[in-house]
């Protein structure tokens, strides 16, 4: 333990020298360096601070994750700033080198001295992510995109041809401090005008007295036609603190399932129900959580029973690791699969139909939008709220709308 934190203090401190450097030499004011010593020095000490004051009983507070926001706020962009002198630093040991060896000028300096310009391009360019950081924690975790998308299916009931789902995804309503934006968000859910309401896992942080704050709030969300119905996520098992007894995390967790009731939402555990529209069904099933690395209580044979591989079968499971896993070869064979989970790591970058890119994917391989194998269709919602870092830079909290259509079959 001593040997880690010695090594990561080592990485600190090279860190911290090396942005100096890079302050100093870009400007020789000297209440400048003396302002840019004090911020770094206080700013550590508050993280160092709030880091030793976390409570495993009680899980990430409002507090805690602004203090995350905060280091990934200095960290980030003096990383940056460390990999550019120091490749810098690498050129000038072979120019030194090379005129001290092999031109034998030994009256010349054997490091150059550093290039201000070198300096310039490493602030400019952890200025990129400080900004973007910034600009994630105080518009971009609000900043709510509903996207659109038309799906295509050759065995789609008759009946269900145009309708229309609307998908949110891991509330995490502990993280919230805006009333008046989940206001505006449970505003633009009920514009949709969708026949069905879903919702895939996470509706807290840990704690069911998370959500009592916003209970009123979401239960403004409109009664849709063919009704709301959800299921678990990850966290909502309360496997991320310490709890005094086990007695007390099944009270929570039982609280936590009543939630979905208190809003209006019918919580599938393990089961299906069906869609009737005139003449015609769909089956939606509903698992409980089930990821590669995560809790596995999901059940997708006791969740389908009843149904047949021909029924057109929607199914919500929180963790996209599941549709390879399981879902793709299940015998029942399930027509669209919705997920949340990964919240697209909430830093990325999308340019559709040009990029898209978060360090998630090196995780997860399903981790954002649309996916498609064999004609069945798995979406992984980008999820409604956000934890840890309290922010979203380039990956928007979404509100999905998905319209089924029947595949027109040519002659």
Known sequence: MAFRLFILFLIIAVIEIYAFQAVKTFTKVKWVQFGYIIISLVAIVFIVYQFTKFDRSVGQTPMFMITIGLMLLVLIPKLLITSVLLLEDILRLIVGSKNYFINYDKEASFLPERRRFVSQVALGIAAVPFLSLIYGMTVGKYNYKVLRHTLFFDDLPDAFDGFKITQISDIHSGSFDNPEKISYAVDLINEQESDLLLF????????????????????????????????????????????????????????????????????????????????????????????????????????????????????????????????????????????????????????????????????????????????????????????????????????????????????
């Open 200 to 411: 895939t896992g996470d509706i807290v942080n840990t704690h069911a007295t998370e959500m009592h704050p916003w209970i009123d709030t979401f239960k403004k969300i409109k009664n849709h036609e063919f009704g709301k119905y959800s299921i678990l996520g990850n966290h909502d098992y309360g496997e991320y603190v310490d709890w005094k007894s086990e007695e007390a995390k099944n009270k929570n967790f039982e609280d936590i399932k009543d939630l979905h009731q208190q809003i209006d939402f019918k919580l599938l555990l393990n089961e299906n129900t069906k869609i009737k529209k005139g003449n015609d069904e769909i089956a939606l099933v509903g698992v409980e959580n089930w990821g590669v690395k995560f809790k596995k209580v999901g059940d997708l044979n006791k969740a389908s029973e009843g149904l047949s591989k021909k029924d057109f079968k929607i199914l919500m499971s929180h963790d996209p690791s599941h549709w390879d896993a399981e879902i793709n070869t299940h015998k029942k064979d399930f027509h669209l699969t919705l997920s949340g989970h990964t919240h697209g790591f909430q830093f990325g970058i999308e340019i559709p139909g040009i990029i898209k890119w978060s360090p998630v994917e090196y995780v997860y391989k399903q981790w954002a939008g649309l996916y498609e194998n064999m004609e069945r269709y798995l979406y992984v919602n980008r999820g409604f709220g956000f934890h840890a870092y309290p922010g979203r830079v380039g990956i928007m909290p979404e509100i999905t709308v998905l319209e089924l259509k029947k595949r027109k079959k040519v002659v």
